[in-house]
């Protein structure tokens, strides 16, 4: 689960080239938050790995990323 949690995470970093200094820790919560909030918000449909639906888990991850990544350079400012 953890594994997948950090695919998740990571591809959706990727997607938004938001996530390319996150490091593996840091996509491992992306992605199981992520899974989380995308299961939440769009339910559980489309293929499925590790009891995590991938597409709402990646568009959950996303979301997460850009929120995250807006909170941490809105405190650097």
Do not use: Q, Y
Request: hydrophobic share 60%.
């Amino acid at each position: 689960m953890l594994i997948i949690g950090a695919v998740i995470g990571a591809i959706g970093g990727a997607i938004t080239s938001k996530g390319a200094s996150m490091g593996w820790i840091a996509n491992i919560a992306a992605g199981l938050v992520g899974s989380w909030l995308g299961e939440s918000l769009l339910g559980s449909w489309g293929p499925s790995l590790a009891g995590m639906a991938l597409i709402p888990s990646v568009l959950g991850a996303m979301i997460v990323v850009i929120v995250v990544s807006w909170l941490v350079a809105r405190t650097t400012n």
